[in-house]
């Protein structure tokens, strides 16, 4: 049984005449409304309003309902027991006092007469003086028992159609699976672009439902699906990150569990702009050969996509769905940090550290961090993430590999360069610095229609000043923070 419906009838139960049910789904609510007023009423006395056409009992229109008073004053004198389910009603609730005043009458006569007002909405935002009046139910996406019904109907009407469905139980399942965290209709239209024209219903088709999901995942705004293929071999030095997650290859397998491992949380990298954490995010979903899903906290308080909080639930509860899979927060001080005077940053920063403690799926995070010291202490707890690393400036070995890597990944020859050279003079350059010379070196050789020179590197060195110069003072403490709270992801120490 559904468990938001449940909720539903407890509050009606409790003698609650209003209730406001936050979904996307209004068609899939509405037949949970329906089948509820029917049972609950014994009459069919569903009235349905919406700012279209108005308010009509099952398929019959009341004249001269359009404007939502009038709908609720028909509703008022309605003298027997009815449902009433307002579809447009909650924003203009907002500018509205009027209708305000008439949700709160509703409210004294309906209590206790069998008269029971449902507001319809995807977000719950309501006027503060209607909070205590209303109980506000998010109604959950559909469960498993939902999604089979849905897929039973989808085979049946297949092998209707003539297709052969060949399919071991097992997969059957993981065809579920696979549109968890989606609404009743997304689900529909994944199953409709995987099935359509198909003769023969297989393994395989699992396929076109993830990508199906992953476009889905999209639409959000909020997550992004990455697919960029960045190897180990892209990233220079770093010896202890990268040593850490080749031996954490296998975390997420059967094996680790029945090894007695426990699946781990996440990573948290922090250090000096331009050094690698970005990158090292990418690399994990290489090498473990799982999804890679980058959650941008700066739309997610944007509020394009709804109330931050609600995005942000909304968008762990997509992940854990998507699982097993990494999400990639980056910065994540821009998003989850202790802004005490924000209610909605401390939302997000509780919900947050509730899904880490608590969420069972398969979802390791990588998380990026320039500002740690923005991070609230309980984020950085021992037990939260496995391991926070500290990312420092390329050593003196570390920038030939980083030279090593730009160079080649450009088409250049290695052998026209003096690497040790010119990492020796790069002392105090970033990662991001180094590649930057060379591509700007490239620029000046590709107008003079020739290949880059070790000299054109010399020339914009000794144009240029790092970074790390002109920061010295912030790195510094980044790096005393740094010293015994993070470990660090390089063993080598010579710059
Ligand atoms: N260790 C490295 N090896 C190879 N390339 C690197 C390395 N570090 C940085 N780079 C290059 O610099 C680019 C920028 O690095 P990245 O985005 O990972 O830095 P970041 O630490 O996330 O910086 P920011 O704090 O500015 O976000 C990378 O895409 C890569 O091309
Ligand atoms: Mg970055």
Redesign the pocket.
């Known amino acids: 049984m559904n468990a938001s419906l449940n909720r539903i009838k407890d509050s009606l139960l409790a003698g609650q005449p209003i209730v406001q049910i936050v979904s996307f789904e209004e068609k899939r609510v509405e037949g949970f409304l329906k089948k509820l007023g029917q049972q609950t009423l014994k009459n069919q006395n569903y009235f349905a309003w919406d700012s279209r056409n108005g308010l009509s009992r099952g398929e019959v229109p009341l004249p001269d309902s359009v404007l939502p008073g009038r709908a609720l004053d028909a509703a008022l004198a309605c003298a027997e027991p009815a449902f009433f389910v307002f579809k447009d009603l909650t924003p203009r609730l907002r500018d509205s006092l009027d209708l305000v005043r008439q949700v709160r009458e509703c409210y004294l006569q309906f209590k206790g007469s069998r008269k029971f007002l449902f507001l319809l909405s995807p977000d719950d935002s309501l006027p503060a003086s209607l909070k205590k009046e209303v109980d506000i139910i998010h109604f959950d996406l559909p469960d498993y028992e939902e999604l089979d019904a849905l897929f039973n109907r989808f085979l049946e009407s297949l092998t209707r159609a003539g297709a052969q469905v060949q399919l071991a139980a097992e997969e059957k399942r993981s065809f579920v699976t696979a549109v968890q965290g989606l609404t009743l209709d997304e689900a529909t239209k994944a199953y409709m672009k995987a099935f359509q024209g198909q003769p023969r219903i297989h393994a395989a088709l699992i396929e076109k439902i993830h990508y199906e999901k992953k476009q889905l995942i999209l639409k959000e705004n909020v997550l992004e699906f990455f697919t960029h293929a960045l190897t180990m071999e892209?990233?220079?030095?770093?010896d202890r990150l990268k040593d850490w997650l080749l031996k954490r290859r296998k975390a997420f397998s059967k094996e680790a569990r029945e090894f007695g491992l426990d699946k781990p949380k996440g990573i948290l990298t922090m250090?000096v702009?331009?050094?690698?954490?970005?990158?090292?995010s990418k690399i994990i979903a290489t090498l473990w050969n799982l999804p890679l899903f980058r959650m941008d906290m700066n739309l997610v308080y944007s509020g394009i996509a709804g109330p931050p909080e609600d995005v942000f639930a909304r968008s762990l509860k997509t992940m854990d769905s998507v699982a097993p899979a990494i999400l990639w927060i980056d910065?994540i001080e821009s998003g989850i940090s202790d802004k005490t005077s924000d209610s909605s940053s401390s939302r997000i920063l509780g919900y947050f550290l509730t899904w880490m403690q608590e969420h069972t799926s398969e979802i390791f995070i990588a998380a990026?961090a320039?500002r740690i010291d923005l991070l609230p202490a309980e984020l950085l707890r021992r037990g939260r993430f496995d391991q926070i690393f500290f990312?420092d400036l390329?050593t003196r070995r570390?920038r030939e590999e980083?030279f090593r890597?730009?160079l080649r990944k450009r088409g250049n020859d290695l052998g026209d360069f003096n690497i040790p050279q010119l990492a020796q003079i790069t002392k105090n350059w970033?990662?991001?610095e180094i590649?930057q010379v060379i591509i700007s070196g490239m620029y000046e050789a590709f107008a003079d229609g020739r290949k880059l020179k070790e000299d054109d590197l010399f020339v914009i060195f000794g144009s240029s000043v790092p970074l790390a110069t002109t920061m010295e003072e912030q790195i510094k403490k980044v790096r005393s923070w740094a010293h015994n709270r993070a470990a660090r992801a390089s063993s080598d120490k010579e710059y």
């Open positions: 892209d990233m220079g030095g770093l250090g702009t331009g050094c690698g954490k970005s990158l090292a910065e990026t320039n990312i390329p570390e980083i890597i730009h970033s990662g991001s590649e």
